[in-house]
């Protein structure tokens, strides 16, 4: 269905639903398996002991993928997943170390019922951190406001992809517009009514039908669709027999659209009770991130194996985890700041995309009620020493 004017969602739509990553998940499971870790086995200690809670638990966006791959670089050995809850769970382990705690990662989308993870962190107060893409933090500041402390991902991985067959005219994000080209996005996503604002694509080019499912894709090359760059370009040329070849595409972010992405987030109502342990936990996470991208691959080999273990979760192949972290890397989108740090905010860049994404939203109707890039995000408990060097 094309949109007759710009248009968002409203807020509690946007706070209802989360990016779509992936097709849609199955029924559940009841057993509880365990299994080996990217992380060694704790050997004692216990810095986090006492600090942070006794269970640490992160809430993801999506099923178990490579993006997350600093939190699932945290989890130790002897790790237990909970198929009914769409969890797993271990020590939480740093440098080797076990640091006296416990690591909860729960699944998100189909698992939370779709529910955004700003909401979610509001509905169950078990929920310590959660990783939210810089555009849904901002589109939820009214309603419930989280902080993010660090990113795990420099810049976001959305791109619009389309049939270079379809389109030998497209080269990059820039000519969708002029091609005329419908572009297939799900409800959640900003950035479509964003590249309006910015005369980048008309209105009526925009059909919010996407459901995660490549058929639609497949069966009209002469869309134009939403996806990851470290995701579908790999999977529909390896992954999906019906189309079997490359895409062309182009980064959302490379026509101005450049948010944090994967922001490990806070309740706002929450961040001074928890900046005890986020001064500990945050620095262990940018070295996790930092580690990731030096050498995914026992963390990949551990995010495939969680996959496997739950049939609720799409199929989520050694080849794709491979794929996009090569592709983060490559991409500049896990990447180190100016200063060489990684997982860090540039203030000045957080406070010129918060400003513009709040003119977009509030031009929809949204009322956020102004809010300041400084209360949304913050670097006050990373580490400028942790670099990808």
């Not at 995660?212 to 497949?218: I, Q, S, T």
Request: hydrophobic share 40%; glycine share 10%.
């Amino acid at each position: 269905m094309a949109l007759s004017r710009p248009h968002l969602v409203p807020l509690a739509a946007v706070l209802g639903l989360v990016t779509l990553a992936g097709c849609g998940a199955g029924a559940t499971a009841d057993a509880a398996s365990s299994g080996a870790s990217a992380a060694p086995a704790p050997a004692g200690g216990g810095i986090l002991a006492g600090t942070c809670p006794d269970e640490v638990v992160v809430q993801l966006q999506w099923q178990p993928q490579s993006d997350q791959g600093a939190v699932f670089g945290l989890l130790g050995g002897g790790w237990t997943l909970d198929t009914d809850q769409h969890s797993v769970t271990g020590p939480l382990v740093a440098d080797g170390e076990d640091t006296g705690v416990d690591l909860t990662l729960r699944a998100g989308g189909p698992a939370i019922g779709f529910q955004s993870v700003p909401s979610q962190m509001y509905v169950d107060d078990a929920v310590t951190l959660g990783l939210v893409h810089g555009d849904q933090l901002v589109a939820a500041a009214a309603e419930a406001p989280v902080v993010g402390v660090a990113p795990l991902l420099k810049h976001s991985p959305a791109i619009l992809m389309w049939d270079p067959e379809s389109h030998p005219e497209i080269t990059g994000v820039e000519d969708v517009r002029a091609s005329g080209a419908s572009v297939v996005v799900s409800a959640d996503q900003i950035y479509p009514a964003w590249m309006v604002a910015h005369d980048l694509l008309d209105a009526d080019q925009i059909d919010t039908s996407y459901d995660g499912n490549p058929a639609r894709f497949v069966g009209d090359p002469t869309v134009v669709q939403q996806g990851f760059g470290n995701s579908e370009p790999y999977t529909y040329e390896n992954e999906v027999p019906e189309w079997g070849r490359s895409v062309g595409f182009g980064y959302v972010k490379d026509v101005g659209y450049d948010v944090y992405a994967s922001n490990v987030s806070v309740r706002a109502d929450r961040l001074e009770e928890l900046a005890p342990c986020l001064e500990l936990l945050v620095p262990m996470i940018q070295q996790a991130n930092a580690d990731y991208v030096a050498a995914p691959q026992a963390v990949n080999d551990l995010i495939v194996d969680v996959v496997a273990q739950d049939p609720s979760y799409s199929p989520y192949s050694a080849g794709e985890a491979a794929y996009s972290a090569e592709t983060l890397a490559k991409e500049g989108l896990i990447g180190a700041e100016e200063d060489g740090s990684v997982s860090t905010y540039d203030m000045d860049r957080v406070e010129s995309f918060v400003a513009d994404l709040v003119d977009v939203l509030e031009g929809e109707g949204t009322d956020l009620g102004d809010p300041a890039a400084d209360t949304l995000f913050t670097d006050r408990f990373t580490d400028h020493d942790v670099t990808t060097d």
